[in-house]
């Protein structure tokens, strides 16, 4: 399996609702990213997971809550998000020591 | 600071003709460049990475230390070749890329 996957593809919710995106690579990769990217920008990193820890959190505000349960997987925890948190939801990984990093196809994301 | 310039929003060029996407960058060290293509309502892929020196679909890129440039070219683009291309930078010290903002690319049948 070389492919990053993400589900689920569409989510909408409202400002109340508690939500998760999930992220799923089976390559071995032990480095694991989110990314949000808005229309026609590039992707901006929110966290990174090396090893199954946080090693970098990009000043991401607390409504957006990262969690790696195993080497597989990462989650994106939503609550009480706001109108401009919409955008589109990257999930990447790569090697710990080679950077080119992967993409999955991301999350569509609208937040009412 | 480090940097990467994607000089042209907009790229529009007729099919068979060439192309140039241009990349400057800003990097104090010796650094690891990339060119990722994103096309419409598919996946950000890595297209090619400066250390390979590959071609991938037509696409060379070399790495101009003199001139801080990692230009993508192609000698006959395809209409397919239309997508949004972005350059990155890889920081030293941690994981993180340095992304330019992208050159949409049009390829006029």
């Known amino acids: 399996d070389t492919e990053v996957t993400q589900t689920p593809k569409h989510l909408v919710m409202g400002m109340t609702n508690k939500k998760s995106l999930k992220c799923e690579q089976h390559?071995?990769?032990?480095?694991m990213y989110w990314y949000k990217q808005k229309a026609k920008k590039p992707p901006e990193l929110m966290f990174v997971?090396?090893?199954?820890?946080?090693?970098i959190n990009e000043s991401v505000p607390s409504r957006f809550s990262p969690e790696c349960p195993n080497s597989s997987l990462l989650n994106l925890h939503l609550h009480a998000l706001q109108p401009e948190d919409s955008a589109l939801y990257l999930c990447a990984s790569s090697q710990t020591d080679r950077p080119a990093q992967y993409f999955g196809p991301g999350t569509r994301l609208t937040v009412l | 600071a480090q940097r990467v310039t994607q000089p042209e929003k907009l790229l529009s060029v007729f099919k068979g003709a060439p192309v140039e996407l241009k990349c400057n960058y800003s990097y104090s060290g010796s650094p690891e460049l990339f060119w990722y293509v994103q096309y419409s309502r598919q996946r950000l892929q890595l297209l090619l990475r400066?250390?390979?020196?590959?071609s991938i679909k037509g696409f060379t890129a070399d790495l101009n230390k003199g001139e801080t440039s990692f230009h993508l070219k192609k000698p006959f683009a395809q209409e397919e070749d239309s997508a949004m291309y972005y350059c990155?930078?890889?920081?030293?010290?941690?994981?993180?890329?340095?992304w330019g903002a992208g050159t949409k690319l049009i390829i006029k049948p």
């Open positions: 390559m071995g990769h032990r480095a």
């Open positions: 400066h250390i390979s020196r590959e």
């Open positions: 990155a930078l890889k920081e030293n010290s941690n994981y993180q890329l340095i």
């Open positions: 997971y090396s090893y199954e820890k946080l090693s």
